[in-house]
């Protein structure tokens, strides 16, 4: 574990200008294919990133008596709960049930700054429109990665990972 102290607004800067690159490079990479990748995904990267500081920890799918919601990743330093984030797989909007949840993070688990993440089906453009937007006054950020058009080939790349899967190539000894 190192030393090097990480504050909070770096890793909000890493949150808003890094992971996202990391995320969309996971997905041409098929690393990811339904919300629960997305969720290891970013878990991944924010551990790796937060790694040289031991006084920050990451938990997923959180429960907070604070906020009676559950919380997809929470970020504290040291015992105090700072960033939190909600993760969703091809929503171009926050529901109202996670914009409550993570409204109810900041005024009442008071952490500095949640975010929005998910992935969308969709062009560039529509990307830059929606990336690190801010959702509404309690200073939720959004932030949209891009599946769609951008990565040639990947749905039905996608596919052989779903509902097309293949079947191992195993074979068993039976049991006598």
Request: charged content about 35%; aromatic content about 10%; proline content about 1%.
């Amino acid at each position: 574990m190192g030393s090097a102290k990480i504050t909070v607004g770096q890793v909000e800067k890493y949150i808003e200008q890094k992971l996202n690159k990391k995320l969309q490079n996971d997905l041409k990479k098929l690393r990811m294919i339904k919300e629960a990748d997305l969720e290891c995904c970013a878990y991944f990267h924010l551990r790796k990133y937060l790694y040289r500081d031991s006084s920050w920890k990451i938990f997923a799918r959180k429960h907070s008596l604070h906020t009676e919601h559950y919380i997809d990743l929470l970020l504290f330093r040291k015992n105090t709960p700072r960033i939190a984030l909600e993760l969703k797989w091809n929503k171009q909007t926050i529901g109202n049930k996670d914009k409550e949840s993570l409204s109810k993070s900041i005024k009442k688990l008071r952490v500095n700054r949640a975010y929005f993440i998910s992935t969308i089906t969709g062009k560039k453009s529509c990307q830059d429109k929606l990336s690190n937007k801010k959702i509404d006054a309690y200073t939720i950020k959004g932030i949209f990665i891009p599946i769609g058009e951008l990565i040639q080939g990947w749905h039905s790349r996608r596919k052989k990972f779903m509902s097309e899967m293949s079947k191992g190539k195993a074979k068993h000894k039976r049991s006598t």
